[in-house]
């Protein structure tokens, strides 16, 4: 998969271990080693012209920084885990020559914090929810007239509007400002609260936060809740608040214990006393490619038992498998659903629930960036084998035509815009990495010379052709245009022994390598000859090469 856009700087900028064309745990020797084998083709002293002195001059002031770089600890620590962007930070001198890259990560995230300090003020945290609900138990529902005959009727009908938005602003590192309001109505009764909460961080133990709402539905009602680390496995918080209303001062506690079972394993007990009272424990298990959650509440009025898994697709598009049975005093209800990403800011997502009492709902939530869209709708007041059936295959097939008619098309030119405009925007540095990359292959061509004689004389590995870039692999899309380099001489350049050894990284860095198609996904191709038999191998950008391998051999 292609480099993201944003990500496309410090790639096009060269990776200090595909320069020197080491693996990123490469010993102090290895890296010597391979620095003294560049330094020899690169060196200013090994060129007689002027303009060729001038290139090798800028590669060897890059090979020198590489090296400069990786051959120290401390700056190494930094470059593995920031990059270039790392050691351009501010403050760096002053730290010791000892550190561990633990210390050295924590020193980094330190002079962050400072940097970002500036930019508080000026930052906040918009979230927001619009709810629209609609009763369509008229389009399932069959009724009796008076001649004692069905008959069906199309009326919808919204039954529930809701819309919430908040804004945190930070004021320090320690302390923020959030401010939330929402608007709701139900069934032609409506109403509204807002909220203002403070909270401060103390990095010693926990946080803690007072909030203030007013509504006109309930009265004021004025909180304080406070979390504290009890471990590095555990943790409690706990909120009280008194609520003002007709009928006098109503106060509520809410307390949370947690802790860390397993390494992806949590369990919670809370406690709640008050309008309603309720002892609810749960267990959650998380995991890279699942999620499953086990509930049971005992409480005034409702008592369940929840049971829930999730599946978490690893595909670029994250979709995900949710599926949730909930048995309780109020009835059971079963839910399934899933969701999916459309794009670099929105999931899509659907749910259908069946319960008794409750009859068939349908769900549908688009989460845009920080603000999520929520449509439930009322199908039947009855569970009923066709409504259960429209209800899960209907929005299925209406995102299988609108991702194959309008999402897909539209993410592919929205693509392939992004990489026009960086390429526009990026030509001259983009034809200044080029302008190096053919000086550095002209400066290997002695080099390359010797080493094709040496492997000729004895029948070792020669590189007959090499290309790298957007290789066209699939001869079923005629429409498609390789976008490719030249890279037999650097290639051939980096052969010791009859053998060749690319390492696992990017190799736009590498001496006589450029980026002939930014933003889109490259290849390099190689066919060679061994031992008098040609051999032609395939690998992705970041993937390791090492030849000659039976493998790869060409059969007559």
Same mark, same amino acid.
């Given at each position: ?181 929402? +608007? /709701?109505?139900?069934? @032609?009764?409506?109403? &509204? ?5 403070? *909270? #401060? $961080?103390? =990095? ?38 008194? +609520? /003002?209303?007709?009928? @006098?001062?109503?106060? &509520? ?5 947690? *802790? #860390? $079972?397993? =390494? ?55 979709? #995900? $498998? ?235």
């Amino acid at each position: 998969m292609a480099a993201p856009i944003e990500e496309q700087d410090e790639v096009e900028d060269g990776d200090f271990y595909s320069l020197l064309n080491v693996r990123r745990e490469a010993t102090q020797e290895e890296l010597k080693a391979a620095y003294r084998r560049l330094c020899m083709v690169y060196h200013p002293d090994k060129h007689a012209s002027a303009v060729d002195k001038r290139h090798a001059d800028a590669m060897f002031t890059r090979l020198h920084r590489a090296y400069e770089v990786l051959s120290d600890p401390q700056t190494r620590a930094i470059y593995d885990i920031y990059g270039k962007r790392g050691l351009d930070m501010e403050g760096w001198e002053v730290a010791k020559r000892t550190r561990t890259q633990a210390e050295v990560q924590d020193e980094f995230e330190q002079l962050k914090k400072e940097r970002e300090e500036r930019r508080l003020q000026q930052r906040t945290n918009p979230k927001g929810t619009v709810l629209l609900g609609l009763d369509l138990t008229d389009l399932f529902d069959s009724y009796d007239d008076e001649d004692g005959e069905y008959t069906r009727t199309t009326q919808m009908e919204v039954n529930r509007m809701a819309i919430a938005q908040s804004i945190e602003a930070p004021i320090s590192l320690r302390d923020a400002v959030s401010l939330a309001g929402s +608007l /709701s109505t139900q069934n @032609g009764t409506g109403g &509204g609260s807002l909220t203002l909460v403070f *909270r #401060r $961080l103390y =990095p010693s133990w926990g946080w803690a936060e007072a909030d203030v709402e007013l509504g006109d539905v309930i009265g004021p009602t004025v909180g304080l809740k406070v979390h504290q680390n009890v471990s590095a496995r555990s943790s409690v918080s706990c909120r009280g608040a008194i +609520l /003002s209303s007709a009928g @006098g001062m109503r106060p &509520g506690i809410t307390c949370v214990i947690t *802790r #860390r $079972l397993a =390494p992806h394993t949590t369990g919670s007990l809370t406690w709640r006393w008050g309008v309603i009272s309720a002892m609810n424990t749960s267990i959650i298990r998380d995991t890279e490619s699942s999620h499953l959650a086990l509930t049971l509440q005992l409480g005034v009025p409702n008592s369940f038992v929840l049971l829930s898994g999730q599946y978490k697709g690893q595909d670029e598009n994250r979709t #995900r $498998l949710k599926a949730s049975l909930r048995v309780g005093v109020f009835g059971t209800v079963l839910e399934y659903g899933a969701e999916r990403k459309i794009s670099r800011h929105s999931i899509l997502g659907a749910s259908v629930s069946l319960g008794l009492p409750h009859g068939v709902h349908l769900r549908l939530r688009l989460n845009r960036a920080s603000q999520l869209y929520t449509i439930p709708m009322h199908l039947a007041s009855e569970v009923s084998p066709s409504v259960v059936l429209y209800a899960t295959v209907t929005p299925l097939l209406a995102y299988l035509a609108l991702d194959r008619l309008v999402i897909q098309p539209y993410l592919r030119s929205r693509k392939e815009r992004e990489v026009q405009e960086q390429r526009e925007n990026r030509s001259s540095e983009m034809q200044k990495h080029k302008e190096e990359a053919e000086a550095a292959v002209r400066l290997m061509q002695e080099t390359v010379r010797r080493n094709v004689e040496a492997e000729e004389a004895k029948m070792g590995l020669v590189v007959m052709q090499a290309w790298y870039g957007r290789l066209v692999l699939d001869a079923s899309a005629p429409g498609e245009r390789a976008r490719v380099i030249d890279v037999t001489a650097p290639l051939q350049c980096l052969v010791r022994q009859s053998k060749l050894v690319v390492t696992e990284a990017s190799k736009v860095g590498m001496p006589g390598f450029y980026d002939p198609c930014v933003g889109e996904e490259k290849s390099l191709k190689v066919l060679y000859q061994f031992r008098g038999v040609l051999h032609q191998v395939t690998v992705g950008d970041a993937e390791p090469l090492k030849i000659p391998r039976q493998s790869h051999r060409i059969d007559s």
